[in-house]
């Protein structure tokens, strides 16, 4: 038996993304319409955000540990968050935790490793950029990385919050993503981190100035190969 994937949603497309990419491709390994049982818990976006727009992680992480508890007692064996930007609120849970964790960066920063990939550069939310949840994991890989210029990182930051997280996807917007990865490209990076669980609504390797990794789906992949061990 597959196990129970729990799911800690955050954001509704993102959360989306990944469970249904789960459910898509668990038929490659488990037959027609096959995959891994899995359950999800959402808390109003409107809740984390009132945590993170006055720097409290540890309420963002209080609100992460109350799904994983809600998802322990529906049976789930580990759990994944879809979310990039929460994932620094995980170290102030994992040790009351009631399941494990698969951490995000470290699946992307792993499939970097695998491609052979260097210098990353790292887009997502400014929250997500200007924290330790990715140079952490990309440094202790050997790794390098760069980041968008500030006001570049506002306007991709505005463009999560007010049209990805909704499902508008803007013609406009996927030519402010080009134009900013095309500037990771110019200074050295040979892939790019969708490091919002939104972006790859908007970008892929198709649209993509650089290769992209892609967090949402490549998190999905790595819980459900867990699961089906």
């Known amino acids: 038996?597959?196990?129970?994937?729990?799911?800690?949603?955050?954001?509704?497309?993102?959360?989306?993304?990944?469970?249904?990419?789960?459910?898509?491709?668990?038929?490659?390994?488990?037959?027609?319409h096959g995959h891994p049982e899995i359950t999800m818990h959402t808390p109003p976006l409107s809740d984390y955000m009132k945590c993170i727009d006055r720097d409290d992680w540890q309420g963002v992480g209080d609100l992460m540990l109350r799904s994983a508890e809600k998802l322990a007692g529906a049976g789930a064996?580990?759990?994944?968050?879809?979310?990039?930007?929460?994932h620094q609120a995980l170290p102030f849970i994992l040790d009351r935790s009631p399941l494990p964790w698969l951490h995000i960066a470290e699946v992307v920063v792993d499939e970097a490793v695998k491609r052979g990939?260097?210098?990353?550069?790292?887009?997502?939310?400014?929250?997500?950029?200007?924290?330790?949840?990715?140079?952490?994991?990309?440094?202790?890989?050997?790794?390098?990385?760069?980041?968008?210029?500030?006001?570049?990182?506002e306007e991709i930051s505005r463009i999560i919050m007010n049209e990805l997280t909704y499902g508008i996807c803007k013609p406009e917007a996927l030519g402010t993503f080009q134009k900013v990865i095309q500037g990771l490209k110019d200074r050295g990076c040979d892939a790019v981190v969708l490091g919002c669980t939104e972006i790859p609504l908007l970008v892929d390797d198709d649209t993509s100035p650089l290769p992209t990794l892609d967090s949402t789906r490549l998190l999905a992949r790595t819980a459900l190969m867990k699961a089906i061990g």
């Open 117 to 153: 990939y260097c210098k990353l550069g790292l887009t997502g939310t400014r929250w997500l950029v200007d924290s330790e949840v990715y140079p952490e994991k990309i440094h202790a890989r050997g790794l390098d990385y760069v980041q968008p210029e500030p006001e570049q990182l």
């Open 77 to 86: 064996d580990f759990v994944i968050c879809p979310d990039n930007t929460i």
């Open 1 to 32: 038996m597959p196990q129970h994937i729990g799911i800690v949603a955050c954001s509704s497309e993102g959360a989306a993304l990944c469970y249904r990419t789960i459910c898509a491709e668990g038929a490659e390994h488990l037959g027609p």
